[in-house]
């Protein structure tokens, strides 16, 4: 089975800027995309971008204009630019994949911004 590896976290200070990358251990082009979600502590799991093969994308308002999602050519690997950090993106970052049935979720990677 697909395994999903998110790295690219850290400890940063507002203001800063961190890339997360995302690997999948096999094919995942029969599905429609990708897409990041974070868990903040005491809150649900929440989507915040997503990209498509098509090249299409979206964005949660609350990281609208601060980061971008992108694929490689192979689509195995997904990453999001994350600028303008604020203290609320405080999560872990996970990927997966866009289906209704998604993948085992990976462990996430730490996201940290201080303020």
């Known amino acids: 089975q697909v395994r999903l590896v998110e790295s690219g976290g850290g400890l940063v200070q507002a203001g800063g800027s961190l890339r997360l990358s995302c690997v999948a251990s096999?094919?995942?082009?029969?599905?429609?995309?990708m897409g990041w979600y974070r868990q903040a502590p005491g809150k649900q799991r929440e989507r915040i971008a997503l990209?498509?093969?098509?090249?299409?994308?979206n964005y949660a308002d609350s990281v609208q204009g601060r980061f971008t999602i992108s694929t490689d050519n192979a689509k195995n690997k997904v990453y999001l630019q994350m600028n303008s950090l604020k203290p609320e993106d405080t999560a872990v970052y996970y990927c997966?994949?866009?289906?209704?049935?998604?993948?085992?979720w990976g462990q996430g990677t730490q996201v940290t911004v201080s303020s």
């Open positions: 096999g094919s995942i082009f029969n599905f429609n995309g």
């Open positions: 990209i498509t093969w098509a090249g299409s994308t």
């Open positions: 997966n994949v866009l289906s209704t049935n998604s993948l085992p």
